[in-house]
């Protein structure tokens, strides 16, 4: 009995640059389909989970800010809505400027979070884990700032996903 090999390609490594270069279409992204049914589904989950503060980790340019405030049902809830390309987050405050209960941050989630435990209603990070070092760390990051009770909302691409051949 003989053995396949299968070539594997190493982990991408996304450097801050990548980040800008990607803000620059990320935008486009909405006006696929399968994406912005994406975007509008989390939006709907969150509008039906624990009212309070959000965490949106990894915000990209505030699309799910923007779906998520444009739904009825968002009232007594907030945004934070964190993201480590300081691109993203232009566009997302530009993009969100008329939004009254958001609010946006420089943060990197390769680092622990610049907030309290025990802090947001709900998590909401889409298709992030794959772009970090330690998805573990990430997620046990999530876990302390999210409240009991509180509520995860977590999209990531499947196993093989190659975003890095995106950027």
């Not at 912005?36 to 505030?62: E, M, N, Q």
């Not at 400027?97 to 990070?125: C, P």
Request: with cysteine; aromatic share 10%.
């Amino acid at each position: 009995m003989t053995t396949a090999q299968v070539a594997t390609k190493p982990a991408q490594t996304f450097f801050q640059a990548d980040w800008s270069k990607y803000a620059e279409c990320y935008d486009a992204l909405m006006h696929l389909g399968p994406y912005r049914k994406l975007i509008t589904s989390v939006a709907t989950d969150a509008r039906f989970g624990p009212k309070g503060h959000i965490l949106d980790a990894s915000c990209g340019t505030g699309n799910f800010e923007k779906v998520f405030f444009d739904l009825e049902g968002h009232e007594n809830s907030s945004v934070t809505a964190i993201d480590t390309s300081k691109e993203m987050l232009k566009r997302a405050e530009a993009k969100c400027s008329k939004i009254a209960g958001v609010t946006f941050h420089n943060m990197d989630l390769n680092e622990k979070l610049r907030f309290s435990g025990d802090t947001f209603s709900q998590v909401v990070s889409i298709n992030t884990l794959y772009a970090v070092a330690d998805p573990e760390a990430t997620l046990r990051e999530f876990y302390r700032v999210l409240a009991s009770q509180g509520k995860l909302l977590l999209v990531t691409p499947v196993f093989g996903f190659e975003n890095g051949e995106i950027l």
